[in-house]
């Protein structure tokens, strides 16, 4: 069936450094791919998404890159602050043009910047 | 420009019990979809309402149903409720191409 893997769960890096989460996702119809964020107490926050006919979206310290061959897409944050500590979910969906589609969410990395 | 709201924040059932939780989405977007997040775990999609219709569902099970209104509003009802229905509920509203909006989720506790 359905299914997006996540890794690392949990991930320490130092303020400044890069931080790296990959995921990898098992319906080769998928064409759409999103990154939340979710902090304490709230809801998933879209920080990035690509669709399938891109390989790499870059937004100021976020990245994604996506291998459709390899069904494989990773969230890549450089420079990063305190704040950026948090759950961060990967995510996979057929969007047809008239619809969103549903999401098939990764379990879920939790990242921490010390200072 | 108000997001997605959901009521209320938190709510405490007894077993057996039925509950009913709301969702407003996004103004201009026209599709609700609504997720179970256990603690600890990435959200699973429970179904997804357009034009007031259930246009896909996942794995749960009947006791889990919905409704979208004409002004395109969202309620998700459980029946029968079980300890292990305790979870975070989250409404997202979509429009067409556009990406998901998230609420902050209404926390279910089933004791």
């Known amino acids: 069936g359905e299914n997006v893997e996540q890794h690392p769960s949990t991930l320490s890096v130092q303020e400044g450094d890069s931080a790296v989460i990959k995921c990898t996702y098992s319906?080769?119809?998928?064409?759409?791919f999103p990154w939340y964020k979710q902090e304490l107490g709230k809801g998933p926050q879209l920080i990035i998404d690509?669709?399938?006919?891109?390989g790499e979206k870059k937004d100021q310290r976020i990245a994604v890159t996506l291998n459709k061959t390899a069904k494989h897409f990773s969230l890549h944050i450089t420079e990063t602050q305190p704040e950026d500590s948090a759950v961060y979910f990967c995510?996979?969906?057929?969007?047809?043009?008239?619809?969103?589609?549903?999401?098939?969410f990764g379990q879920g990395t939790t990242l921490q910047v010390k200072p | 420009d108000a997001g997605v709201t959901q009521s209320p924040t938190h709510l405490i059932k007894t077993r057996g019990q039925q509950v009913t939780l709301r969702c407003s989405p996004k103004?201009?977007?026209?599709?609700v979809s609504w997720y179970q997040q256990a603690l600890g775990q990435g959200p699973q999609f429970i179904f997804q309402y357009y034009e007031e219709e259930e246009r896909q569902r996942g794995n749960f099970p009947d006791r889990f149903s919905g409704h979208q209104f004409p002004n395109y509003s969202s309620e998700l009802n459980v029946n029968a409720l079980l300890l292990g229905d305790s979870a975070l509920y989250l409404c997202a509203s979509s429009l067409a191409r556009s990406g998901y909006t998230f609420g902050s989720g209404t926390r279910l506790t089933v004791v």
């Open positions: 690509i669709r399938s006919n891109v």
């Open positions: 995510a996979a969906s057929k969007k047809g043009s008239g619809n969103t589609g549903k999401l098939i």
């Open positions: 319906d080769s119809a998928s064409n759409y």
């Open positions: 103004s201009g977007h026209d599709t």
